[in-house]
């Protein structure tokens, strides 16, 4: 099921390129969804551009436009860079990337979340943490091996791994390191995508049907979170939609979906058919797309 509509608050370049896409070839679902969240806000931070600074909610003065753009492109460049930092426990670390890198509109306010990834090197004191911080709009999740449901897969996604050879600055040999990725910014809309692809040069691509649970309500656990994360010990998201696969293999298929109304009720959308169904329902799905609304 691969449908455009006409939304009234995208603008015309978004709309053409979306039905575009859609002709060109046969879009996944999660790729589709990031297109479409992406370019809505590619398309309303242009439009900010082009708008008067009181009317883009920026300072009257006559270089507000002006000023918003050399801040963008100064963090692009301190993206491209590096810089020294002291974290909580007063320990000295290298961190690179930026939070808002891509500028700001409605679009990322709602849906931009951050993960932070830290690498540390084993046996070299001498050696500072390296940080990146990565803005995301959708996580995705992988549910190979031992996860059957979301936390579980949340506990593999923010678990430590073990790298072997890491290069170390005035080492020559590489060494062992840990690297530990955590959520470091939480988004008003949690996308979740289920990776329930696999790829083998045997096999080639096949699909991983096994169950994965999923919550109506979800409290984030502390240990998903970086410690510098706002609200990481209260996070709770509602379950408010999901996007379910149906076929044996990523190359054909159909998509429904379940949409949770204003009133609480749960509608099954199956191409124009559409109908108002259990919440045991709901969460009786393969889910291939999750979507959480931060309470």
Not at 27 to 41: G, I, K, P, Y
Not at 150 to 177: M, Q, R
């Amino acid at each position: 099921m691969h449908v455009c509509h006409a939304v009234p608050w995208l603008t015309a370049p978004v709309t053409r390129r979306c039905v575009a896409a859609v002709w060109q070839e046969q879009e996944d679902a999660q790729e589709f969804l990031q297109f479409l969240v992406d370019a809505a806000h590619e398309e309303m931070v242009k439009l900010r551009s082009t708008l008067p600074p009181a009317a883009a909610g920026q300072d009257d003065s006559s270089s507000g436009v002006a000023e918003q753009q050399q801040q963008q492109q100064q963090h692009e460049e301190d993206d491209e860079e590096e810089w020294s930092v002291v974290t909580k426990k007063n320990k000295a670390a290298v961190t690179r990337g930026r939070e808002d890198l891509g500028g700001s509109s409605l679009l990322s306010a709602i849906f931009r979340g951050s993960i932070k990834s830290c690498v540390k090197a084993k046996g070299v004191k001498a050696a500072a943490p390296s940080i990146t911080v990565q803005p995301f709009t959708m996580l995705h999740l992988d549910i190979l091996d031992s996860v059957r449901s979301i936390e579980d897969a949340l506990d593999h996604l923010t678990h430590t791994e073990l790298i072997n050879g890491y290069k170390v600055k005035g080492h020559e040999a590489g060494v062992e390191a840990e690297k530990v990725v955590k959520i470091s910014k939480l988004p008003q809309v949690l996308l979740l995508a289920i990776n329930r692809y696999s790829y083998s040069l045997d096999r080639g691509s096949s699909k991983l049907h096994h169950n994965v649970t999923y919550p109506l309500s979800m409290r984030l656990r502390p240990q998903w979170t970086s410690d510098d994360c706002p609200e990481r010990r209260s996070a709770q998201y509602q379950l408010i939609a999901l996007v379910t696969h149906h076929g044996r293999n990523a190359s054909g298929g159909h998509y429904t979906a379940h949409v949770q109304q204003g009133d609480g009720r749960w509608l099954h959308f199956n191409d124009a058919q559409v109908d108002f169904v259990a919440q045991s329902k709901v969460l009786d799905q393969k889910p291939y797309l999750l979507v959480y609304h931060r309470a």
